[in-house]
């Protein structure tokens, strides 16, 4: 809510508008946009964010007040024994806890980097003043989303990634549309590369990458750092509790508890499914478990995701690789927007839906949406997943003309 | 100064509410203790 979803999502419409306006809005019949006269107010844009989000957390604040069972401290929480948490000057004795403590960026191992200055997201989300150029290391959610944004906002954006693909983990084919579509916005994007160095001379920032054995030099007034989350345990004391890291992240099994018998543990600390609604699935599930001593378990069958660039690109599931990895027989239906009305009338016709289903039964595996709104449409898909349902859920029933669902429809139908 | 309670929830961001909301409408007593904004990430 402060640094992630909400902000961002808010400062991304900033950033279509303006494209829309100095870039599209001839196309669309409007006249006297002087493209070249357009400029971006970035504190104007940043104050919109911040009234909206005061206004979330004000109702948050007035939701808590409301419940007399809840006691709400702040300050930051030291276990001194597995039932004592110190917070400033009071020691909470809690038979139980739940940790719910999220995830923060990983520190930058890059030589220089520290010495030379970066940025987070939560930075980026409130630069009083533009950039004239930025790089960003890493092309997963976060830099994807920053690399269009700050992009559109009309800075000289670099991004560069590890992965052969932006979105590492998603159907590559929709990934390599994507990486395509900010590489004609402007966005000058460089996958397969490591970054092996950053340097710092006059003022400016130089990350040098390497990509096989070609070494690049980037020069740009700052840098943003997008390479990943760990959980955010320093200082929590976890060594009196017994709870245990995996790695960067918390153990918790199937109840969410954590190694220590009186401690839960929920969301992005856990690792995996890094994404605010498996958060607030799990809350409720550690709670009941907590508190009643029930033994609810979690399911992520069914977890989806979405990156919200324009064309957003939005999954589920299996990707087909993944599928036969796992030694299913699996069959594919594409359908793409540039055939579909609505997507012409919107003047959004990049991208395409991929249905991903067993061969032998039909059950739908997976889903996946690069298009407009594909963060809303995926929903269809994991309703049908949700209930471990067939394609013809899909391709059978009527789908409203002439709307955007009508393209998954068409996947389906591709299917049969 | 100690406080007793039956749950603790240390976070209090979009997974940490609604866990701090269940186990207070179950009947718990719930210290819910958050080092920054409410509202995680």
């Known amino acids: ?416 | 100064m100690n406080e007793k309670y039956d749950l603790a929830v240390i976070g209090a961001g979009q997974g940490g509410l609604p866990a701090a909301h269940m186990a207070a409408n179950l009947g718990a007593k719930v210290a819910l203790i958050e080092m920054r904004e409410v509202g995680g990430t």
Request: charged share 25%; net charge neutral.
């Open chain 1, 1 to 416: 809510m402060n640094e992630g979803c909400v902000p961002t999502k808010t400062l991304l419409r900033s950033a279509e508008v303006m494209h829309l306006v100095k870039a599209r809005a001839f196309e669309f019949g409007v006249r006297g946009v002087e493209p070249s006269a357009i400029s971006f107010d970035l504190a104007a844009a940043v104050a919109r964010k911040d009234t909206i989000v005061k206004g979330v957390i004000d109702g948050i604040y007035v939701a808590l007040r409301r419940n007399k069972n809840i006691t709400f401290y702040a300050g930051r929480a030291e276990f001194t024994s597995a039932v004592e948490i110190r917070v400033n000057e009071v020691v909470i004795q809690a038979d139980k806890t739940i940790l719910a403590v999220g995830a923060q960026p990983a520190p930058a191992e890059i030589p220089g980097l520290k010495e030379a200055g970066y940025i987070t997201n939560y930075e980026a989300l409130s630069l009083g003043k533009l950039p004239a150029s930025l790089i960003i290391i890493g092309a997963g959610y976060v830099g994807v989303e920053f690399a269009q944004m700050y992009s559109r906002f009309g800075a000289k954006v670099t991004l560069i990634g590890r992965s052969s693909q932006v979105m590492p983990k998603e159907e590559p084919e929709l990934s390599e549309i994507l990486g395509e579509i900010l590489r004609a916005e402007g966005v000058d994007l460089h996958t397969s590369t490591e970054v092996i160095r950053v340097e710092r001379q006059n003022g400016r920032r130089t990350v040098i990458p390497r990509r096989g054995d070609t070494e690049m030099r980037f020069e740009a007034e700052a840098i943003l750092l997008a390479a990943g989350r760990i959980a955010r345990v320093d200082s929590l004391g976890l060594d009196q509790t017994g709870v245990e890291l995996d790695g960067f992240y918390l153990k918790a099994d199937e109840q969410l508890r954590t190694t220590a018998s009186n401690i839960w543990s929920i969301g992005d600390a856990n690792g995996d499914h890094m994404f605010t609604h498996r958060a607030t699935y799990d809350g409720p599930i550690a709670a009941l478990n907590a508190v009643r001593n029930l033994d609810k378990t979690v399911d992520y069958r069914v977890v989806p995701r979405a990156v919200f660039t324009e064309p957003a690109l939005a999954s589920v599931g299996l990707t087909e690789a993944q599928a036969r990895d796992a030694g299913l027989e699996v069959k594919v239906g594409k359908a793409y927007f540039k055939h579909s009305g609505r997507a012409k009338a919107l003047g959004q016709i990049e991208g395409l839906v991929k249905l991903v289903t067993d061969a032998k039964t039909n059950e739908l595996l997976g889903g996946h949406i690069l298009g407009p709104h594909a963060d809303i449409l995926i929903h269809e898909v994991v309703a049908a997943m949700y209930n471990r349902g067939t394609i013809e859920a899909i391709a059978k029933s009527i789908h409203i003309h002439p709307t955007l669902p009508e393209v998954l429809k068409s996947a389906a139908k591709a299917l049969g």
